[in-house]
């Protein structure tokens, strides 16, 4: 069975940094997307950044500059390094995996950011 064990969250300064890691476990294989989400209380899911398989990433216009998505493939970890962060970045991070042979969530973890 797959898990998508996510770490890094926390409180944090405005202007701040934090960076979030998310590892998979158990047999998955031909990864072609991962993902970072975002969901504060109230709003829809949002996506904050995404990679390929071939490297090519995206980012919307609220968190471009700011964050930076990687990967280790050997590893299966996905990572989200978060710079010059702002109160309005303060949500629960999610990670998400598309294969092959399915999708996968992360349980989230909690990302504050407050003076």
């Known amino acids: 069975q797959v898990q998508l064990v996510e770490s890094g969250g926390g409180l944090v300064q405005p202007g701040g940094s934090l960076r979030l890691s998310c590892a998979a476990s158990?047999?998955?294989?031909?990864?072609?997307?991962m993902g970072w989400y975002r969901q504060a209380p109230g709003k829809q899911r949002e996506i904050v950044a995404g990679?390929?398989?071939?490297?090519?990433?995206n980012y919307p216009d609220s968190v471009k500059g700011r964050f930076t998505i990687s990967r280790d493939n050997a590893k299966n970890t996905v990572y989200l390094q978060m710079n010059s962060l702002k109160p309005e970045d303060t949500a629960v991070y999610y990670c998400?995996?598309?294969?092959?042979?399915?999708?996968?969530w992360g349980q989230g973890t909690q990302v504050t950011v407050s003076s």
């Open positions: 998400h995996f598309k294969t092959l042979s399915g999708n996968y």
């Open positions: 158990g047999s998955i294989f031909s990864i072609y997307f």
């Open positions: 990679i390929t398989s071939g490297d090519s990433t």
